[in-house]
């Protein structure tokens, strides 16, 4: 089937004028996330200030400019009922950065106010089957408030990014093992996208052999390894003086891919409302190890979790838990 074929996938976008989207766009209208015969049409939500509808205006024109055979229509907007409007999938990524002075609290709150709107939003004017990615931060808690504020929309289709912490962890196991990054398997990120995640290497394997075999080493694991990834968001920030775009975006172009179109059977992790399993409470938004087919994610059951892990697993599970408890007066 050729591109003219296809029915378009309506795309949203919010923050599309900021670094990640700047990243973004340009390869959703590529076909690198949905696929070289896939037309899409991208609805694009940006501030109602005259500075970020500008900007948007520019990423629009540049869009253009490109003449992308798939990119079958745009719409900019300060309204996130046009944005939502009919969208098949949404990528949360504009959120209120941390300002001078401000509290991880008052971040909280203020990053509450917006994923309550525009969960509500969602709800009233998204596809039924609308696939959600939370990418502004906190994710998590974000995508965890954007799910509680859409009640007629399935708690499935809420998730949140922890694919760039999957992916540095891969990096990170292929450089200290000297293999290659895409022969592991089976690597999880548990919990929350903030350095109190726990990737989860006891599982993985290269070429179908045990990867803990080549890397037999637990001061590695818990002190390098372990706060290297749960800290790379930060030596990011510290090296550009901003925080990582392309990385994130690619990280959430490969979750929506895989979600979409399928992960051949190989692990990948997501912050998905938990099911209960693994000691985590249901509904908590949690990083989990999935496999996805036929456009739904499958979590990965029955895997041991040592006393190491429960206590990495409990310590990332603490915090989500205190973000949830700091918006619980907004969610009703
Ligand atoms: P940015 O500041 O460059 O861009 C954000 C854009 O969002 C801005 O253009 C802003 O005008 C817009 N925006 C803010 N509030 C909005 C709202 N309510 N509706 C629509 N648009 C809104 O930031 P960025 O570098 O693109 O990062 C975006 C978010 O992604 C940040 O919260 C960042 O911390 C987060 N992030 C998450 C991950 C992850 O792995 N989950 C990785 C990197 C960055
Ligand atoms: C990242 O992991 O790169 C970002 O979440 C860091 C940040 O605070 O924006």
């Known amino acids: 089937m050729n591109a003219s074929q296809k029915t378009p996938v309506r795309v949203a976008v919010t ?6 989207g700047y990243s973004l766009l340009f390869r959703i ?17 940006e501030l109602p200030m005259e500075k970020a509808q500008a900007a948007l205006k520019g990423v629009m024109m540049e869009l253009e400019d490109c003449a992308f055979p798939l990119l079958a229509g745009m719409v ?17 990524v504009g959120a209120r950065p941390r300002g001078p002075g401000m509290e991880r609290k008052d971040l909280l709150l203020e990053n509450a106010k917006i994923f309550t709107a525009q969960g509500a939003a969602l709800n009233k004017v998204a596809s039924r089957d ?16 954007a799910m509680k504020s859409a009640p007629d929309l399935p708690a499935k289709n809420f998730t949140a990014m922890l694919r760039l912490d999957h992916n540095r962890a891969l990096s990170q196991l292929a450089n200290k093992a000297g293999v290659a990054v895409g022969d592991i398997e089976k690597l999880v990120v548990w919990g929350n996208h903030s350095p109190t995640m726990y990737p989860d290497y006891r599982f993985a394997t290269v070429n179908g052999q045990s990867l803990k075999d080549k890397i037999n080493d637990a ?22 003086g901003l925080s990582s775009a392309a990385s994130a975006a690619n990280a959430a172009i490969d979750h929506i891919r895989d979600w ?6 190989k692990w990948v992790t997501m912050g998905v409302p938990s099911d209960g399993s693994y000691g985590i409470p249901e509904g908590v938004m949690y990083g989990v190890p999935v496999i996805t087919a036929n456009g739904e994610y499958t979590r990965v059951e029955g895997l041991e979790v040592d006393a190491f892990s429960r206590a990495a697993m409990d310590k990332t599970l603490a915090e989500l838990e205190e973000e949830r408890a700091g918006v619980a007066h907004l969610l009703g």
């Open 15 to 20: 923050g599309a004028a900021g670094q990640i």
């Open 29 to 45: 209208a590529s076909g690198e996330m949905l696929g070289k015969d896939q037309p899409v049409i991208l609805q694009l939500l």
């Open 76 to 92: 900019g907007t300060d309204d996130a009922e046009v944005a939502f409007k009919d969208a098949d999938i949404a990528l949360l």
């Open 130 to 145: 609308v696939k959600v990615l939370v990418v502004g931060n906190p994710a998590n808690t974000n995508a965890y408030i």
């Open 219 to 240: 001061d590695w694991n818990a002190n390098e390894f372990i706060p290297k990834v749960g800290k790379r968001g930060a030596a990011i920030i510290e090296a550009r």
């Open 260 to 265: 979409v179109l399928g992960s051949n059977g």
